[in-house]
């Protein structure tokens, strides 16, 4: 099933576009995010986990604001992180931080806005867990809970770069030395994360077997597991693997189960929509150069890959070579064919560009940054940000 095709209507999209003045321009369309929460809402209900929205992957606020309702809570990486989520989920939900840079300086302000920390590192753990069981928000009430995040030493992301399992791995404890630690002090939880876009929940179902295997003893004295993100949902079958291996845990051990998508929930929503501002031919090649960048769709630079084109059609008679304005030789998206000739001010709308690239997009250049748009379910398209000269030169 081509769940992507079932959700977003590209016509919609088009139409969209039409109302936006000035591009480039994201635009996230709310009800293609609203599926993706009702599948996960639908994955709760079948299985009792706990959902979190990993806010990395897209931390504007009018979505945060769309999504805090349809989770339980926000997973984070960073104190401003902890801060936005604690300040949109309020009371209403609970937030997760790991990350491998908790700095002494910023702890105290970060126990201010996370309910769960899962430390890095053992020398973390060592370093942090006694001051923080300690009342450290000065309410009287609320510890913190505390966790540890397991490096599951189980590979399944091809390119090194983005294998949190890869060979001298900085992200969690190998779980093989954790194999003959007997007890953790003040740790009521495991956390891992071992994947990136992935549509198989049986190499999930790989990795808490091997956890169960290895740390079975220890995950009898705790109150819960964290599986992470870096899955999609978008399809039945895997839904109902997920739910299986969710249902097993809280039946063997009694735990809490967390998961934190980031790209799952806003990737195919996202979209970028762009303008052609100039056209020529390159050495026979038809070049056309759009009012964005491969800085706006940093993802696309860094993986070498190709993005998606509302538009583009195989089979079309036109093709170009399509370019970003910056004055870097390879700011290049590729070459695409069009059923319809272009033309400056032709609009050229990106997909699935939801994930991960406005949170890196960047100003080289001096090309000022995308505004952010939502398309509401009604059609309304609102506009949520928009960056003028004064944010690029308060920048520098
Ligand atoms: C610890 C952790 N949890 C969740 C996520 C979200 O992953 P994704 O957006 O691929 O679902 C990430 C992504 O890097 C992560 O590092």
Known sequence: MNYFSKIIDPERILIASDKISQTPAFVYDESAIIEKLATLSKVK??????????????????????????VDGFSVSSLFESQIAKE??????????????????????????????????????????????????????????????????????????????RKYSKLGVPISELENIKHLDNIQGLHLHNNCESSDYTELKQTVDHVCLLLGATLEGMQWINLGGGYFIDDEKQQYILEQIIKDLKDTYALDVFIEPGKGVVGSAGFLVSSVVDMFESGGKQIAILDTTVNHLPEVFEYQYKPEIVQENPEGNYEYRLAGCSCLSGDIFGDYRFEQVLSIGSRVIFKNVGAYMFVKANTFNGINLPAVNILKSDEELV?????????????Y
């Open 45 to 70: 209900k079948n299985s009792s986990c706990q959902i979190l929205y990993s806010i990395k992957a897209a931390p504007m606020t009018g979505l945060l604001e769309m999504i805090a309702s349809h």
């Open 88 to 165: 949109i989920i309020g009371d209403s939900g609970t937030v997760h931080l790991t990350t491998p840079g908790l700095r002494e300086d910023e702890i105290g302000s970060v126990v201010k806005y996370v309910d769960y920390i899962s430390f890095n590192s053992l020398s973390q753990w060592q370093y942090y867990q006694g001051p923080l069981q300690k009342d450290v928000r000065g309410d009287g009430n609320r510890k913190l809970n505390c966790g540890l995040r397991i490096n599951p030493e189980i590979s399944f992301v091809k390119d090194e770069r983005y294998d949190p399992c």
């Open 383 to 395: 506009l949520e940000k928009e960056f003028l000269y004064a944010d690029y030169r308060g920048k």
